[in-house]
């Protein structure tokens, strides 16, 4: 199974830009897809954005579309989540998320077979 670590998170102003890492360890990256979901305070897990193995696939829900950008560098075993023009409805707990599939990207977090603990990202008004 995978392991994965989320880094980056913080306090941000309204505006603000953060980047989100996530390093992957204990199996080859490559072979899976990775995600992004959210827990906002007092409210459901969320999805937030998708790639595919390579990259050259991704997905976004679209409140975050045109502000949040995924990427991954499989050489560094790492997907980031860069994300521009915040706002305090994006404060939640950021975790990062790994499906055992190269090619097929979802947004249902039951599908994902490993996660990550979690980053606390806080975006003030």
């Known amino acids: ?27 080859t990256f490559s072979n899976y897809a990775m995600g992004w979901f959210r827990q906002p305070p007092g409210k459901e897990r969320e999805f937030v954005a ?10 976004y829900t679209d409140p975050v579309k045109g502000r949040f950008t995924i990427s991954r560098d499989n050489a560094k075993n790492t997907v980031y ?12 707990v950021y975790y990062c998320a ?10 249902n977090w039951d599908e994902y077979n490993a996660w990550g603990q979690g980053t606390q990202v806080t975006v003030s008004s």
Do not use: F, H
């Open 50 to 59: 998708a790639i595919n193995w390579s990259g050259g696939s991704t997905y």
């Open 81 to 92: 989540l860069q994300m521009n023009s915040l706002k305090p409805e994006d404060t939640a």
């Open 98 to 107: 790994a499906r055992r599939s190269k090619y097929s990207i979802t947004y």
């Open 1 to 27: 199974q995978v392991q994965l670590v989320e880094s980056g998170g913080g306090l941000v102003q309204a505006g603000g830009s953060l980047r989100l890492s996530c390093a992957a360890s204990g199996r």
